[in-house]
């Protein structure tokens, strides 16, 4: 697939903002730091970020590209911030498909973060589909 990874500079970082305002991500808090972005022959492809919580670590703000998409970019990314991360991911998403098959399960026991999280998805991000809350342990 030929791609790299590393965290954004300044301008690369404003230009994942933009995408997560397109996309309608979770936009609240947003560090450089926190995120790994996919590159293909220097240009950004894809992001993700890996936002540390008192009481957990949640993956999120998850993007592609929408000229990149369905060519194994989100999962590339997802499991090099598996790779990256600590022993044990939390998510709140609408598909959970995409997510079991990198080894998240949904589970109904979660910290207080992803409660309020699931809470912020659903009355500031409505969707059709029901938000679940899922779990990767190393």
């Keep these: 697939m030929n791609l790299t990874f590393r965290t954004p500079s300044g301008k690369e970082f404003e230009q994942i903002c933009g995408h997560i305002r397109?996309?309608?991500?979770?936009d609240r808090g947003l560090q450089p730091e926190q995120f790994t972005a996919a590159f293909r022959d220097g240009e950004l492809v894809g992001f993700g970020r890996l936002r540390?919580?008192?009481?957990?670590?949640?993956?999120?703000?998850l993007?592609?590209?929408?000229?990149?998409?369905?060519?194994?970019?989100?999962?590339?990314?997802?499991?090099?911030?598996?790779?990256?991360?600590?022993?044990?991911?939390?998510?709140?998403?609408?598909?959970?498909?995409?997510f079991s098959s990198l080894g998240f399960?949904?589970?109904n026991t979660y910290p207080a973060s992803m409660r309020?999280?699931?809470?912020?998805?659903?009355?500031?991000?409505?969707?059709?589909e029901t938000y679940v809350v899922m779990v990767f342990e190393k």
Excluded: M, W
């Excluded at 397109?22 to 979770?26: A, T």
């Excluded at 309020?116 to 059709?128: F, G, I, T």
């Design 22 to 26: 397109e996309f309608e991500l979770d």
């Design 52 to 61: 540390k919580h008192a009481d957990c670590t949640e993956l999120c703000s």
């Design 63 to 98: 993007g592609v590209v929408a000229s990149q998409r369905r060519k194994g970019i989100g999962k590339a990314l997802v499991a090099e911030l598996i790779r990256t991360g600590p022993v044990t991911i939390y998510l709140s998403c609408i598909i959970p498909g995409f």
């Design 105 to 107: 399960r949904i589970t």
């Design 116 to 128: 309020e999280k699931l809470n912020y998805c659903s009355s500031e991000l409505p969707v059709p």
